[in-house]
């Protein structure tokens, strides 16, 4: 049974009096205890705040617009947390689905969440004139929810192949 540092990219055997020993707890190379943690990319990190944010973002924008009963966005508490904790970690292609699907609308995030408040999207059929905004409140609240919504089942999605995998 043999072993990859993804630190630094050494391979080996953990021998122990010639049989296969137990998981190393460093690299035989590195001596670095995270040899087996793929590194985490600045861009990673940032799509990992995001994600973290999803729960207050979406709490925030339903007492900003007043929305009430059956129009509250509902967030499970700690989706985010369990969604970001699996082992191993969601790709950055996970995380970025999450956030920025072709199933997202309004891709709201912690960085874009006041620009645009209100605003939706004309419907144009052509792809070459930019895109015209009206401001619909209605519109944008149900759009709103219907994204919180998508986030959700997509971070389930992935949480339950991971779990159905065997991870």
């Not at 460093?26 to 940032?46: L, M, Y």
């Not at 969601?90 to 699907?101: C, K, M």
Request: glycine share 8%; charged share 25%; with cysteine.
């Amino acid at each position: 049974m043999g072993y990859e540092c993804f630190q630094c990219g050494y391979k080996w055997t953990n021998w122990v009096n010639g049989v296969d020993g137990p998981i190393p707890t460093r690299c035989s190379k590195c001596k670095k205890f995270n040899w087996n943690r793929r590194g985490t990319t600045p861009k990673e990190i940032g799509l990992r705040r995001r994600i973290s944010y999803l729960e207050t973002l979406y709490r925030n924008q339903s007492s900003y617009w007043g929305l009430k009963d059956n129009n509250t966005i509902n967030w499970p508490v700690g989706l985010s947390d369990k969604f970001l904790n699996l082992d191993p970690r969601p790709t950055v292609e996970e995380l970025h689905r999450v956030l920025s699907g072709p199933e997202i609308i309004l891709r709201l995030d912690s960085q874009n969440q006041y620009s645009h408040r209100g605003y939706v999207t004309v419907p144009d059929g052509d792809p070459s004139t930019p895109r015209l905004m009206r401001y619909d409140e209605e519109e944008y609240k149900k759009l709103l929810k219907q994204d919180a919504q998508k986030q959700q089942e997509l971070m389930q999605q992935i949480i339950a192949s991971r779990l159905h995998r065997g991870f």
